[in-house]
C-alpha cells in the first residue's frame, strides 16, 4: 500500500527561478513515489513526440522541432502517476466500505494506484466489489433503456481522445439527448462563447510561431509555471528577443516572474535566469475589465492628440474601419469611464495603467495569454471579450505574431467540442449525423455543468455516465450534490484511479476502469492510435507503448462501443464492434462528418508539429453575425458580479503546483512556499491585522452569497501573503463547498471560481 499522507505544515517564501534545480529535485522524489519502473521511464523520452504518446496533462502545444526532451516537470508527475506499479484491487474494496473511505483525502485515494477491475457497489455490504464486463454492461442497459433520456447525463472530461468523444456523443444524441457536459463547461466556456460572439471561432487565432513573431505580450490570469510549465520555453525565447511580457495577476506567480531551464545544462550549472514578465500588476481579483478599460482610455486620449497634433494614428483605423462593427458605442463608453472607477476596480495606479498601455501602443504585433483568471468570474464572458476589444483596437487579430491566446487546460479538452461533445444544435452539424447514420437528432439544448448541478439536486436527474474526470469534485456545492448524488438511479464513472466521486453510490452502480493514453491499446486490427486537438487547433496522434495497468482494462472506445450497443437499437449504420476493432475507421466517420476539419484525417495524423485545424478569424473572415469583428460594450467594470460589503472577501480557488485538477501529486506548492499541507489561506497582511486575525491561526470561510445558505470550509492557515486587499486564496476543490451553484458566468454558465464572496470566521 502506498504511504499516506503525514507530513508537517511549513510555509515559508521561494526564492528560487521556476523550472530550475526544484524541478529536478520535484521529479526525483515523483518516480519513486509512484514506484515507477526504470524501464519505464523510457516513455518520457517519448512524451509529446511525433510517433510518441501526447502528454495527458496539459494541452500546450507541442512542437513539430521538438526538444530532446520534451516534457516538464507537471507533465512527467502525470506519466508517473497514470504508470505507477500501485493497484487498487477488489482485495482493497473488501477492506473498505465507502463509508470508510469517504473519511480519506483525494490525494490518498488516488495514490493508491490503478483500477483493475470492472466493479459493482453492493449496497448490503457498502463496498466495490468485481463483476465481469458483461455483467455491467447488461444492467446499465437495463436501468437506461427504460428510462427518460432527458433524465439522463453523459459527462466527459477533456482528456478523453477524438475518437472515443466522438463515439460518446453520437451515443449520447441517438439514445435522445444533448446531455453532454464536459470539463470545458468549468473552464474556457466564456472562451468559447466569447471568442464565437467577437470574432466568429470558439478559440485562439495564435500558433507556436506566433511567439517568434510578436513583440508584446498582455498575460491574464494563467499560473504558467504550474499549468503550462512547457509554454515558459516559448516565453523565455520571446523575452530573449526583446518582447515585453506584461502581466495582471493577483499573486506574484514564480513561473510568471523567473524562469530557468531545467534542459540546458549551462542555466543549470550556472542558475542563470531569465526573467519573464517586464511589468507585473497585481490586479485585484475580478479586476482585469477595468484595468483593461484603463489601457483602452489612454490609448483613446493619445489618439486623439495624436491626431490633433497631426502625429501618427494610436488607433488602427484603417482596421477599425474595414474589420469591426460597435466601436463606437465602445469608445464612447471608454471615454465616459471614470478614472477614479478604474483605479478603484482594478486596485492598480493610474500610472501603473500608463506604463502598460504605453507598450501597447508602441507594439506592432501583440499576442494576449489568459486562464482562469479572466474565464471563471461572472462576468468571466466579458473578460474574454475585453481582451478581443483591446486587440481590435490595434488590429492585432488575423496578423502574425499577434491574437487572443487561451491556454485551454485538460490535453484535448478543445477537440471534444471539435467533434460534437457539447449540449448546444448550433454546435454540431446535425442533419449530417442524421444522413449519415439514418436516426432523428435531438434539436433541444442539452444541460450543461450547471444545469446537470441543478438536476441532480432537484431531482431530475436520474442516471449519469462519466466518461473520466471527477464531476462531483469539481463542481460548486459539493455538499448539496454529495446528498443528491445517491438519489441516481445509476452512476456509471469510468475512470483510471479511485476518486471521490466513485465513493458516492446511485441505487445502482458502476466503476469501470479503463486504459490510460500511455498505454498499450490492442484491438482486433493490432495495436491502436488515439488523436488529441491542442491549444492551437492542432491535431496529433497518440501511441500508448506501456504495458496496461491491468489485463482487465478496457479502451474507452469499447466502453463506450459495448454501452451503445446495450442502450441503443440495432442500425446497420453504426457498426460499434467495427470501429472498435479499428480506430482508423471511428477517424474516417469523423472525416465523413467533419470533411473540411478532418481532411485525409488518417493520413495526416502523424505530422510532426500536429495538423492545422486552420481558423478563419486568422485569416481576418469574421463569421459573425455582422459579418465584422465585434466590440463589446461592457456592462460594467466589475467581473465580480457582486456588491463589496464590510468583511466580504473575494476568494480565488486556486491549483498547487501539485496537482492536475482534483488529482493531488502531493502537498507541496513549491513556487508559493507552502510544504506538506493544503490547508492554507493566502491573505493580505493589512487584512489579517484589520480582522484581528493573526498568522497560522485556523480559521473558517462561510459563504457569503447572501442566499441564505450556510456553505462552510473549516481548518485554513492563515498565511500572509502578497495579495491585493480584500482578496483570498485557497485551494481547488477543497473549497469548492463555498461556491453556490448559482454562482457562475453569465452567457457560459462556467461556475465563477475566481470570485467567490465569503466571509471570515475566527
Ligand atoms: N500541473 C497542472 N497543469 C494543469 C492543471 C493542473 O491542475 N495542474 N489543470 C489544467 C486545466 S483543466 C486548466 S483549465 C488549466 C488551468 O490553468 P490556469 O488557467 O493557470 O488556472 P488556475 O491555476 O486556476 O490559476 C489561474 C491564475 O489566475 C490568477 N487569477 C485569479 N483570479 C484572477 C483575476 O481575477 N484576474 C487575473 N488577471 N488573474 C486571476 C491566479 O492567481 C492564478 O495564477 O491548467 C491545465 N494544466
Ligand atoms: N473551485 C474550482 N473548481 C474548479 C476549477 C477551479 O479552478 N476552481 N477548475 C475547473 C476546471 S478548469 C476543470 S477542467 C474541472 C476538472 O474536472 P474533471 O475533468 O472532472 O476532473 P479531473 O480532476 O481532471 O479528473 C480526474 C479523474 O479523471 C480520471 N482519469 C484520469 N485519466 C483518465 C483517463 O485516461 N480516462 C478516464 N476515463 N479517466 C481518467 C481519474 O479517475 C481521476 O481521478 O474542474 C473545475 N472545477
Ligand atoms: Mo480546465
Redesign the pocket.
Known amino acids: 500500500m502506498a504511504k499516506q499522507h503525514s507530513d508537517k505544515p511549513e510555509i515559508t517564501p521561494f526564492e528560487g527561478p521556476a523550472g530550475g534545480w526544484g524541478s529536478v529535485r520535484s521529479l526525483a522524489e515523483i518516480f519513486p513515489r509512484e514506484r515507477v519502473p526504470p524501464e519505464t521511464l523510457r516513455e518520457l523520452v517519448r512524451q509529446n513526440k511525433p510517433d510518441g504518446f501526447q502528454c495527458?496533462s496539459c494541452a500546450w502545444p507541442k512542437p513539430a522541432n521538438h526538444h530532446p526532451v520534451e516534457f516538464c516537470e507537471e507533465g512527467a508527475k502525470a506519466t508517473a502517476w497514470?504508470l505507477t506499479t500501485y493497484r487498487t484491487t477488489p482485495e482493497f474494496f473488501a477492506k473498505h466500505t465507502l463509508a470508510e473511505l469517504r473519511g480519506w483525502k483525494d490525494y490518498d485515494l488516488?495514490q493508491h494506484g490503478r483500477?483493475t477491475h470492472p466493479l459493482r457497489y453492493d449496497a448490503a455490504t457498502d463496498k466495490y466489489v468485481a463483476c465481469a464486463w458483461d455483467e455491467a454492461f447488461a444492467e446499465i442497459g437495463a436501468v437506461l433503456r427504460p428510462l427518460d433520456p432527458k433524465s439522463v447525463v453523459f459527462?466527459s472530461?477533456?482528456?478523453?481522445s477524438l475518437e472515443a468523444s466522438y463515439m460518446y456523443g453520437l451515443m449520447a444524441r441517438m439514445y435522445g439527448n444533448q446531455n453532454l457536459p464536459d470539463?470545458?463547461n468549468?473552464?474556457?466556456e466564456s472562451t468559447s462563447v466569447g471568442l464565437k460572439a467577437a470574432i466568429g471561432v470558439p478559440v485562439g487565432t495564435t500558433r507556436l510561431e506566433d511567439f517568434e513573431q510578436c513583440d508584446a505580450i498582455l498575460f491574464f490570469g494563467q499560473n504558467v509555471g504550474s499549468n503550462a510549465p512547457r509554454m515558459l520555453h516559448d516565453l523565455r525565447s520571446a523575452r530573449k528577443r526583446g518582447v515585453e511580457i506584461i502581466t495582471f495577476n493577483p499573486l506574484r506567480e514564480r513561473g510568471l516572474e523567473r524562469f530557468t531551464d531545467p534542459q540546458n545544462p549551462i542555466e543549470m550549472a550556472t542558475r542563470a535566469e531569465t526573467n519573464i514578465s517586464t511589468q507585473y500588476h497585481q490586479v485585484k481579483a475580478g479586476g482585469d475589465i477595468a484595468a483593461m478599460m484603463g489601457i483602452a482610455k489612454f490609448l483613446v486620449e493619445w489618439h486623439d492628440a495624436a491626431i490633433l497634433a497631426g502625429q501618427p494614428a494610436v488607433l488602427d483605423t484603417a482596421f477599425i474601419e474595414a474589420h469591426t462593427h460597435g466601436f463606437e458605442d465602445f469608445v464612447a463608453a471608454v471615454r465616459a469611464a471614470d478614472w477614479g472607477a478604474i483605479v478603484h476596480e482594478a486596485g492598480l495606479a493610474k500610472t501603473a495603467l500608463e506604463e502598460a498601455a504605453r507598450v501597447y501602443a508602441k507594439s506592432k504585433a501583440v499576442m494576449a495569454i489568459y486562464g482562469?483568471g479572466l474565464t471563471?468570474h461572472v462576468k468571466g464572458v466579458e473578460n474574454v471579450r475585453m481582451v478581443v476589444n483591446l486587440l481590435l483596437m490595434r488590429g492585432n487579430i488575423g496578423k502574425p505574431g499577434a491574437g487572443p491566446t487561451p491556454v485551454r487546460?485538460?490535453s484535448n479538452?478543445q477537440g471534444q467540442r471539435t467533434v460534437g461533445i457539447t449540449e448546444k444544435t448550433e454546435l454540431v452539424p446535425v442533419e449530417k449525423l442524421e444522413a449519415q447514420y439514418g436516426f432523428t437528432a435531438p434539436r433541444e439544448k442539452g444541460l450543461d455543468t450547471v444545469e446537470s448541478c441543478r438536476g441532480v439536486i432537484d431531482g431530475s436527474v436520474k442516471a449519469f455516465v462519466?466518461?473520466?474526470?471527477?464531476?462531483l469534485?469539481?463542481?460548486?456545492e459539493t455538499g448539496p450534490m454529495e446528498a443528491a448524488w445517491t438519489n441516481l438511479d445509476l452512476s456509471v464513472?469510468?475512470?483510471?484511479?479511485?476518486?471521490r466521486?466513485?465513493l458516492f453510490p446511485g441505487k445502482v452502480t458502476y466503476l469501470l476502469p479503463?486504459?490510460?493514453?500511455i498505454e498499450t491499446d490492442v484491438q482486433a486490427s493490432g495495436p491502436q492510435v488515439v488523436t488529441v486537438e491542442d491549444s492551437t487547433s492542432c491535431i496529433h496522434a497518440s501511441r500508448g507503448k506501456a504495458t496496461p495497468a491491468s489485463k482487465h482494462l478496457l479502451s474507452?472506445p469499447a466502453i463506450v462501443g459495448a454501452l451503445a450497443k446495450q442502450i441503443l437499437p440495432a442500425n446497420p449504420k453504426v457498426d460499434w464492434d467495427a470501429w472498435v476493432a479499428d480506430y482508423a475507421t471511428i477517424r474516417d466517420a469523423i472525416e465523413q462528418t467533419y470533411p473540411l476539419v478532418f481532411r485525409d484525417f488518417n493520413a495526416r495524423l502523424f505530422q510532426p508539429g500536429g495538423f492545422w485545424k486552420g481558423n478563419k478569424a486568422s485569416e481576418r473572415i469574421w463569421q459573425t453575425e455582422s459579418g465584422k469583428a465585434e466590440f463589446l460594450t461592457p456592462t460594467g467594470l466589475s467581473a465580480t458580479g457582486f456588491a463589496d460589503a464590510d468583511g466580504r472577501f473575494r476568494l480565488m480557488?486556486?491549483?498547487s503546483n501539485d496537482q492536475?485538477?482534483?488529482?493531488i501529486y502531493g502537498y507541496h506548492d513549491r513556487f508559493r512556499g507552502v510544504k506538506g499541507t493544503r490547508d492554507v489561506l493566502f491573505m493580505h497582511a493589512a487584512d489579517i491585522a484589520a480582522a484581528g486575525l493573526k498568522e497560522n491561526q485556523i480559521v473558517a470561510l462561510e459563504s457569503d452569497a447572501g442566499d441564505g445558505i450556510t456553505r462552510r470550509r473549516e481548518g485554513l492557515i492563515v498565511t500572509p501573503y502578497s495579495i491585493p486587499r480584500g482578496c483570498l486564496g485557497a485551494y481547488?476543490?477543497e473549497?469548492?463547498v463555498l461556491?453556490p451553484v448559482e454562482h457562475f458566468a453569465e452567457e457560459s454558465h462556467v461556475?465563477a471560481?475566481?470570485s467567490?464572496p465569503v466571509k471570515i470566521v475566527a
Request: glycine share 8%; charged share 15%; hydrophobic share 30%.
Open positions: 495527458v497514470e488516488e483500477l459527462y472530461s477533456g482528456r478523453t470539463s470545458s468549468m473552464c474556457h482562469m471563471q487546460g485538460h479538452v462519466a466518461l473520466g474526470g471527477n464531476f469534485r469539481a463542481v460548486p464513472q469510468i475512470a483510471t484511479k479511485l476518486n466521486n466513485h479503463c486504459l490510460g493514453r474507452e480557488t486556486l491549483r492536475f485538477n482534483t488529482t481547488y476543490p473549497c469548492n461556491m461556475p471560481a475566481k467567490v
